[in-house]
Each structure stands twice: as C-alpha cells, then as structure tokens.
C-alpha cells in the first residue's frame, strides 16, 4: 500500500514554470505506476500525465503534451511534474494517484489518490 502526497503547487503567471512533486510513502514504490490528474471547479477530474514502474514509459493528455513532463525517481519513492509554457486553462486542483497494475487514463484505474495541490495560472 502507498499514501501518495502531493506538493509543488502555487500560483504563477501565463508562460512560467512550476514542478509539482509527490512522495509515496511504502517500501515498494517500484512496483506502482503513477500518474497526474487535475480537476478545476464545477469539472470532473481529468488524466494529465502517467508513467509506468521503471519510468521508461509515460503518457499525456493532448492537452499538455510538449510542455509538461512526467518523471519518478524510485529511490526517493518520488515522481515529479514539470509544468512549463502553463496557461489560465491548466489552474486546477492537482492530483497524484498511483496503481499496482494500471498506468491509464482512467481515474477508475487508479487505487491510491494524495489529497492535492492546488495550481493556479494567472493571464
């Protein structure tokens, strides 16, 4: 079992950068993939970005690919969201999962959610 918690989250203008981060705690992060979803006000929570149990495989949404980046780093049982290039459009509460067998875009896939950390991008 893993309790992901999230942090990195703050406010930023349009075009500037941010890293978001989340700790897993349990012996065996390895064996999870993770992934980043967010959710802004009145929508459902949405898939941003995962990466499967060795971090050589990673998916995004469309909506961010070529400007955010998703990476782990299993001896600080930790991944990692670059967000750079961000837009009023990408403000939303973000969320870090994590599952044994599943590294899609279903929120239904993932077992293990961190309470989130909230990104918001001023114009």
């Known amino acids: 079992q893993v309790q992901p918690v999230e942090s990195g989250g703050g406010l930023v203008q349009a075009g500037g950068s941010l890293r978001l981060s989340c700790v897993a705690s349990?012996?065996?992060?390895?064996?999870?993939?993770m992934g980043w979803f967010r959710q802004a006000p009145g929508k459902e929570r949405i898939f941003v970005a995962a990466i499967a149990w060795s971090g050589t495989n990673t998916r995004y949404a469309d909506s961010v690919k070529g400007r955010f980046t998703i990476s782990r780093d299993n001896a600080k049982n930790t991944v990692y969201l670059q967000m750079n290039s961000l837009k009023p459009e990408d403000t939303a509460v973000y969320y870090c999962?994590?599952?044994?067998?599943?590294?899609?875009?279903?929120?239904?896939?993932?077992?293990?959610w961190g309470q989130g950390t909230q990104v918001t991008v001023s114009s």
């Open positions: 999962a994590a599952d044994k067998t599943y590294w899609g875009t279903s929120t239904d896939g993932y077992d293990y």
């Open positions: 349990g012996r065996t992060f390895s064996s999870y993939a």
